[in-house]
Protein backbone atom coordinates (compact mmCIF):
# COMPACT_ATOMS: atom_id res chain seq x y z
CA UNK A 1 0.00 0.00 0.00
CA UNK A 2 1.08 3.64 -0.61
CA UNK A 3 0.55 6.01 2.67
CA UNK A 4 1.54 10.17 1.99
CA UNK A 5 3.11 11.51 4.86
CA UNK A 6 2.36 15.27 5.78
CA UNK A 7 -0.61 15.48 8.10
CA UNK A 8 0.27 19.57 8.53
CA UNK A 9 0.27 20.70 4.97
CA UNK A 10 -2.17 23.29 5.43
CA UNK A 11 -0.46 24.77 8.41
CA UNK A 12 2.57 24.61 6.59
CA UNK A 13 1.20 26.20 3.93
CA UNK A 14 0.07 29.59 5.98
CA UNK A 15 3.41 29.26 8.20
CA UNK A 16 5.00 30.15 4.11
CA UNK A 17 2.27 33.02 3.42
CA UNK A 18 2.88 34.60 6.88
CA UNK A 19 6.49 34.30 7.23
CA UNK A 20 8.14 34.29 3.99
CA UNK A 21 10.25 31.29 3.60
CA UNK A 22 9.47 28.52 5.83
CA UNK A 23 11.56 25.99 7.78
CA UNK A 24 9.97 23.43 5.51
CA UNK A 25 10.09 22.92 1.76
CA UNK A 26 6.62 22.69 0.23
CA UNK A 27 4.46 20.28 -0.79
CA UNK A 28 3.35 19.18 -4.01
CA UNK A 29 -0.53 18.17 -4.82
CA UNK A 30 -0.97 14.49 -5.95
CA UNK A 31 -2.66 12.19 -7.13
CA UNK A 32 -1.77 7.97 -6.65
CA UNK A 33 -4.13 5.45 -7.50
CA UNK A 34 -3.53 1.13 -8.52
CA UNK A 35 -3.36 0.14 -12.23
CA UNK A 36 -3.33 -3.43 -11.98
CA UNK A 37 -0.23 -4.29 -10.53
CA UNK A 38 1.35 -1.07 -10.37
CA UNK A 39 1.08 2.00 -8.19
CA UNK A 40 0.79 5.35 -10.20
CA UNK A 41 1.75 8.67 -8.56
CA UNK A 42 1.29 11.85 -10.31
CA UNK A 43 2.58 15.31 -8.42
CA UNK A 44 1.87 18.76 -9.87
CA UNK A 45 4.91 20.62 -10.68
CA UNK A 46 4.40 23.43 -13.10
CA UNK A 47 7.25 25.58 -14.21
CA UNK A 48 9.98 23.15 -12.94
CA UNK A 49 12.67 22.55 -14.99
CA UNK A 50 13.27 18.34 -14.73
CA UNK A 51 17.02 19.12 -13.90
CA UNK A 52 15.57 20.32 -10.51
CA UNK A 53 14.08 16.77 -9.68
CA UNK A 54 15.55 14.93 -7.18
CA UNK A 55 14.25 11.75 -6.23
CA UNK A 56 15.81 9.24 -3.52
CA UNK A 57 14.37 5.80 -1.73
CA UNK A 58 15.87 5.13 1.73
CA UNK A 59 14.96 1.98 3.06
CA UNK A 60 10.30 2.33 2.67
CA UNK A 61 10.62 6.03 2.35
CA UNK A 62 10.46 7.80 -1.00
CA UNK A 63 11.29 11.84 -1.23
CA UNK A 64 10.39 13.88 -4.29
CA UNK A 65 12.24 17.31 -4.25
CA UNK A 66 12.16 20.07 -6.56
CA UNK A 67 13.28 23.95 -6.97
CA UNK A 68 10.68 26.23 -8.77
CA UNK A 69 12.91 29.43 -9.32
CA UNK A 70 11.14 32.90 -8.55
CA UNK A 71 10.01 34.44 -12.00
CA UNK A 72 9.08 37.80 -9.98
CA UNK A 73 12.94 37.99 -8.68
CA UNK A 74 14.29 41.19 -9.21
CA UNK A 75 10.98 42.93 -11.11
CA UNK A 76 8.38 44.87 -9.83
CA UNK A 77 5.70 42.41 -8.13
CA UNK A 78 1.81 43.12 -9.33
CA UNK A 79 0.78 39.94 -7.88
CA UNK A 80 2.67 36.63 -6.89
CA UNK A 81 0.68 33.92 -5.98
CA UNK A 82 2.43 30.90 -7.29
CA UNK A 83 4.94 29.66 -4.34
CA UNK A 84 8.67 29.14 -6.00
CA UNK A 85 11.47 27.67 -4.00
CA UNK A 86 11.87 23.94 -2.52
CA UNK A 87 9.52 21.61 -2.87
CA UNK A 88 9.37 18.13 -0.86
CA UNK A 89 7.25 15.74 -0.79
CA UNK A 90 7.51 11.94 1.17
CA UNK A 91 5.72 8.72 0.52
CA UNK A 92 6.07 5.94 2.80
CA UNK A 93 6.33 2.74 0.23
CA UNK A 94 4.89 -0.60 2.10
CA UNK A 95 6.34 -3.98 2.07
CA UNK A 96 4.11 -5.23 -0.74
CA UNK A 97 5.86 -2.48 -3.26
CA UNK A 98 9.21 -2.94 -5.60
CA UNK A 99 11.42 0.20 -4.49
CA UNK A 100 14.21 -1.09 -6.33
CA UNK A 101 12.28 -0.94 -9.88
CA UNK A 102 10.43 2.70 -9.41
CA UNK A 103 10.48 4.37 -12.77
CA UNK A 104 9.53 8.01 -13.64
CA UNK A 105 8.15 10.28 -16.01
CA UNK A 106 8.57 14.13 -16.39
CA UNK A 107 6.16 16.40 -18.81
CA UNK A 108 3.85 18.86 -18.97
CA UNK A 109 4.59 19.69 -15.28
CA UNK A 110 3.51 16.50 -14.06
CA UNK A 111 6.04 13.81 -12.96
CA UNK A 112 4.58 10.87 -13.22
CA UNK A 113 5.83 8.13 -11.08
CA UNK A 114 5.23 3.88 -11.44
CA UNK A 115 5.87 1.82 -8.38
CA UNK A 116 5.80 -2.05 -9.00
CA UNK A 117 4.10 -4.03 -6.41
CA UNK A 118 6.26 -6.70 -5.42
CA UNK A 119 6.37 -10.10 -7.12
CA UNK A 120 6.40 -11.81 -3.18
CA UNK A 121 2.96 -9.79 -2.79
CA UNK A 122 1.39 -10.53 -5.73
CA UNK A 123 -2.07 -13.33 -5.95
CA UNK A 124 -0.72 -16.47 -5.99
CA UNK A 125 -2.83 -19.54 -7.27
CA UNK A 126 -2.76 -22.98 -5.01
CA UNK A 127 -2.94 -26.28 -7.00
CA UNK A 128 -5.05 -29.24 -5.83
CA UNK A 129 -3.85 -32.41 -6.50
CA UNK A 130 -6.15 -35.28 -5.82
CA UNK A 131 -5.34 -38.55 -3.75
CA UNK A 132 -1.97 -37.68 -3.14
CA UNK A 133 -2.45 -37.29 0.51
CA UNK A 134 0.42 -34.41 -0.08
CA UNK A 135 -0.39 -30.88 -0.20
CA UNK A 136 -0.88 -28.74 -3.37
CA UNK A 137 2.14 -26.74 -4.61
CA UNK A 138 1.85 -23.08 -4.85
CA UNK A 139 2.05 -21.60 -8.57
CA UNK A 140 2.48 -17.89 -9.84
Known amino acids: MLMRTDPVRDFDRLTQRLL ?3 A ?10 RDEDTYVVHFDLPGVRADSIDLQV ?16 GREVVMAERPSGSFSRQLFLGESLDGENISADYADGVLTL ?3 VAEQAKPRKISVTEGTGSAGKITS
Open 58 to 73: ERNVLTVRAVRDDATK
Open 24 to 33: RPLTMPMDAY
Open 114 to 116: RVP
Open 20 to 22: GEA
